[in-house]
T-cell receptor
Framework: DTAVSQTPKYLVTQMGNDKSIKCEQNLGHDTMYWYKQDSKKFLKIMFSYNNKELIINETVPNRFSPKSPDKAHLNLHINSLELGDSAVYFCASSQDGRPLYNEQFFGPGTRLTVL | AQTVTQSQPEMSVQEAETVTLSCTYD???????LFWYKQPPSRQMILVIRQEAYKQQNATENRFSVNFQKAAKSFSLKISDSQLGDAAMYFC???????????????FGTGTRLQVTL
């Protein structure tokens, strides 16, 4: 069973289109994240949701809108795609709020290519 | 803001030898976590080893060990008996100690590409 899954794994689209990436975790975690890995392999946090509430919202264009319908799902919708949005997007989850070690588990990533 | 620096963009090691990857970080916090993640060509992020800042003892996981120097804000990864399967990007990451009801992000370094040669 895959702990954190993302769909699709690959996404190729034209500039100006709107697209969504879905993420699901079956670990029972209460916190989910979106990270972006650029062409130089640099990983940076974009958003985080805790119990469906937006907790972290880094400086990200408002064309990016996360949505968490429930604790197990965190989707990323991107409007008016630009060339610079091409990257690998990782979803992750963890069980936060405890004074214990809490590993973030990553999904397999979605490689988005904007032409 | 916390920052994580990996000063070695690329490293190479011969099979069965030992290699050390460097990582330094900057923070004003006293409680935090440090991690090393491995990203092979499959791009899956795999946790290699973790260290809680309040623990003085260096973490070890089989062939992987860390040298954690809290005062120097240094967190290096040592890979012993290197294997071909160790070839990957290695990311050092910092995470603040989470409070109840909040989330804490991972702040990553820029990565070190490790090559393993025969």
């Amino acid at each position: 069973d895959t702990a954190v899954s993302q769909t699709p794994k690959y996404l190729v689209t034209q500039m100006g289109n709107d697209k969504s990436i879905k993420c699901e975790q079956n670990l029972g975690h209460d916190t989910m994240y979106w990270y972006k890995q650029d062409s130089k392999k640099f990983l940076k946090i974009m958003f985080s949701y805790n119990n469906k509430e937006l907790i972290i919202n880094e400086t990200v264009p408002n064309r990016f809108s996360p949505k968490s319908p429930d604790k197990a799902h965190l989707n990323l919708h991107i409007n008016s795609l630009e060339l610079g949005d091409s990257a690998v997007y990782f979803c992750a989850s963890s069980q936060d709020g405890r004074p214990l070690y809490n590993e973030q588990f990553f999904g397999p990533g979605t490689r988005l290519t904007v032409l | 803001a916390q920052t994580v620096t990996q000063s070695q963009p690329e490293m190479s090691v011969q099979e069965a030898e030992t290699v050390t990857l460097s990582c330094t970080y900057d923070t004003s916090e006293s409680d935090y976590y440090l991690f090393w993640y491995k990203q092979p060509p499959s791009r899956q992020m795999i946790l290699v080893i973790r260290q809680e800042a309040y623990k003085q003892q260096n973490a070890t996981e089989n062939r992987f060990s860390v040298n954690f120097q809290k005062a120097a804000k240094s967190f290096s990864l040592k890979i012993s008996d290197s294997q071909l399967g160790d070839a990957a990007m290695y990311f050092c990451a910092y995470r603040t100690y989470p409070n109840t009801g909040t989330a804490s992000k991972l702040t990553f370094g820029t990565g070190t590409r490790l090559q393993v040669t025969l």
